[in-house]
């Protein structure tokens, strides 16, 4: 077929794909148990869903400004202000469908053929994709496990060149859950002031961060380089609100005039229903955002004990985010599963558990699991990728002894 060239350069979401075969396995009646999902099992806060309710029974259901309303923008500016004490003024706010059309609308207002972007690997498989939609190149600065899968600001500052338009930066980061240190930031801030470099800080998971650590991220990028700043980041995740499709976009208010442009020629505004949900999840009370941050917290502490029993699952503990992402080069060579993808596959073939391959990542030899589901099904998840690793064990494919010192 004669599609646009920019098609050929972009692949399905992985976990898309892998949530597409779980799905069609659930409705052959397999009992799958979920560990791909990316998001919250919780339900959405009751005030919020009345706040939509309300919304509805008052008839809010005609288009908005395609920014989003007044009050919700404010929302947003008041949010952080009490979250990250930064001034923020409603037109510097764009309200887009989630994190992702923020993170979009970014690339797309900022990037062209010819610009390098730099970003941090492993990374979530949207904001590689979306670089390249905006014809520009991506230049991937690895991290690695043995120290946390830390960011380094050497090692970005190390990749900029004449031809660097932006950065980006994922913290708390999908799929390694790894956090960016404050002195990092201020260094990467002040090399790309300097140069004239956008920062781009994908902060979706603001929210979801465990052990007690400074991390304002957006404090210091206003502080520094405020006129080259965008951050991008969402009710998704922190408020159980995934399908709601909430994000926000918080930069110079003539880069958010230019989103508004695009936004208004592609969807326009969000849903208005969810607009109202919206401003009761960021003004209200926040007490769920807590208790579910205790539970993932001790869902995480949990199922990296109970994986990691096994030497061969080496895993970091992440310091935000719901994903453990161990890796498993031990259980794969021996085994004659050649990689994390047909590993996650057999997985999924035999015992029915869906996680997502580290392929899809640019990680391969890891895979994801997300601990966004209850402790029961982490249990039996856990459980069951036991059962499988010792299935290869009695084939004698893999010795139960790690391979790695
Ligand atoms: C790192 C990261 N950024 C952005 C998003 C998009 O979030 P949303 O659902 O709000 O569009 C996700 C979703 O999984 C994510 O993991």
């Not at 979706?204 to 520094?224: P, Q, W």
Request: proline content about 5%.
């Amino acid at each position: 077929m004669n599609f646009a060239s920019r098609m050929s350069r972009v692949t399905v979401s992985p976990t898309l794909k892998v949530a597409a075969e779980a799905d069609r396995l659930r409705r052959q009646g397999v009992d799958v148990v979920d560990l791909g999902a990316g998001e919250p099992d919780f339900g959405t806060p009751k005030h919020v869903k009345d706040a939509a309710h309300a919304a509805l029974d008052a008839n809010f259901t005609k288009y908005t400004p395609s920014a989003g309303v007044l009050e919700l923008r404010d929302a947003v500016c008041q949010r952080y202000r009490l979250d990250y004490d930064v001034a923020i003024k409603p037109e510097e706010v764009i309200i887009t469908a989630g994190a992702k059309q923020a993170l979009y609308n970014s690339a797309m207002v900022l990037f062209e053929e010819g610009d390098e972007v730099i970003t941090h690997g492993p990374y979530w498989p949207s904001i590689v994709d979306q670089i390249k939609l905006a014809d520009a190149t991506p230049v991937i600065v690895h991290t690695h496990m043995d120290d946390g899968f830390k960011i380094h600001a050497s090692a970005v500052i190390d990749a900029i060149t004449p031809r660097t338009k932006a950065i980006i930066i994922n913290s708390p980061c999908n799929p390694t859950g790894a956090l960016i240190s404050e002195d990092d930031m201020i260094a990467i801030a002040d090399a790309a002031a300097a140069r004239g470099i956008w920062i781009v800080a994908d902060v979706t998971y603001e929210k979801l961060i465990y052990d007690v650590a400074s991390h304002n991220i957006i404090g210091i990028l206003f502080e520094r380089m405020r006129d080259k700043t965008v951050i991008c980041s969402a009710a998704s995740k922190a408020y159980a609100m995934t399908g709601w499709r909430c994000g926000w976009a918080v930069g110079p208010k003539d880069v958010i005039a230019q989103c508004n442009v695009l936004q208004g020629h592609s969807t326009s505004n969000i849903n208005s229903i969810t607009q109202k949900a919206g401003i009761a999840a960021l003004t209200g009370p926040q007490d769920d955002v807590a208790t579910m941050l205790n539970e993932y917290r001790k869902r995480r502490d949990l199922v990296h004990a109970w994986l990691t029993a096994d030497p061969r699952f080496v895993c970091v503990k992440p310091g935000g985010a719901f994903y453990l992402f161990p890796y498993i080069a031990d259980l794969l060579s021996p085994s004659g599963i050649k990689s994390s993808g047909e590993f996650a596959e057999a997985l999924l073939k035999e015992v029915s558990v869906a996680v997502t391959p580290g392929e899809g990542f640019d990680s391969p030899g890891y895979f994801r699991l997300s601990y966004a589901t209850s402790i029961e099904r982490l249990k039996e998840g856990v459980n069951r990728i036991q059962r499988f690793v010792a299935t290869l064990e009695k084939a004698g494919t893999i010795s139960g002894q790690p391979i790695r010192n």
